[in-house]
């Protein structure tokens, strides 16, 4: 168990709808990262935030958006779904605003139908 | 941006047999990180090692960033350590840029 909580673990929903993944980071860790595995892109970062702020911004698409509150849990919206948004999403925790070491909850395995 | 490549991309092995696993990184990092993926998805944690040597039970990880490669063991393999093992990295001279994963080596323990 690495201490970081996805919710919810699996979601099944219909093109054009909107989602909300939720994560809640181990004790003490400020940055949040949000990861989308997919089987022909592989992992690949979306977002990350540090303390509340977006620190670095990767591959996220516009119809995607992401928050950290100050409880430092943080939720990724996906909105306008599309087949292809079909995938795992990650969420990963670290102390520092820098990498360091990551922990990754177990994912939010997202099927849009 | 920073490449990373992992070899073999596919692995079978009988069980109680070792191997190696390698991951080539293409620009110089400052933290390195093995992970498993299960069958089940989950991400686990195997070695956060930039540099250097360390070792796990069965497992054990290699680090030369002067070379750019990244090395890990696996001995006296077991059903349960199938799955697919990630080589990730965070690029040195990249900002802010987090990890970067490769395509992974999927290894299959066979009874």
């Known amino acids: 168990d690495s201490g970081v909580t996805q919710t919810p673990k699996h979601l099944i929903t219909a093109t054009g709808q909107r989602v909300t993944l939720r994560c809640s980071p181990r004790?003490?860790?400020?940055?949040v990262y949000w990861y989308q595995q997919s089987l022909d892109q592989g992992l690949q970062f979306l977002i990350q935030y540090y303390n509340g702020e977006e620190r670095a911004k990767g591959n996220i698409l516009e119809r995607f958006s992401a928050q950290q509150f100050p409880d430092l849990h943080s939720e990724l919206n996906l909105s306008s779904l599309e087949l292809g948004d079909s995938a795992l999403y990650f969420c990963?925790?670290?102390?520092?605003?820098?990498?360091?070491?990551?922990?990754f909850g177990e994912g939010s395995r997202l099927t849009v139908l | 941006g920073i490449q990373v490549e992992q070899s073999p991309p596919d692995l079978i092995l009988q069980e109680g047999a070792n191997s190696t696993l390698r991951c080539n990184f293409s620009?110089?990092?400052?933290?390195l990180q093995w992970f498993h993926q299960n069958p089940w998805g989950q991400l686990i944690n195997l070695f956060y090692?930039?540099?250097g040597t360390k070792q796990n039970g069965r497992l054990s990880a290699t680090t030369v960033a002067t070379e750019r490669y990244s090395l890990l063991y696996i001995s006296s393999s077991q059903t349960t350590d199938s799955g697919v093992y990630f080589c990730a990295v965070e690029p040195r001279n990249s900002g802010n840029t987090p990890l970067v994963f490769g395509k992974g080596t999927r290894l299959s323990v066979i009874a």
């Open positions: 990963a925790t670290a102390s520092g605003a820098n990498t360091g070491e990551l922990f």
């Open positions: 620009d110089s990092v400052n933290n």
């Open positions: 090692i930039p540099s």
């Open positions: 004790s003490g860790d400020l940055s």
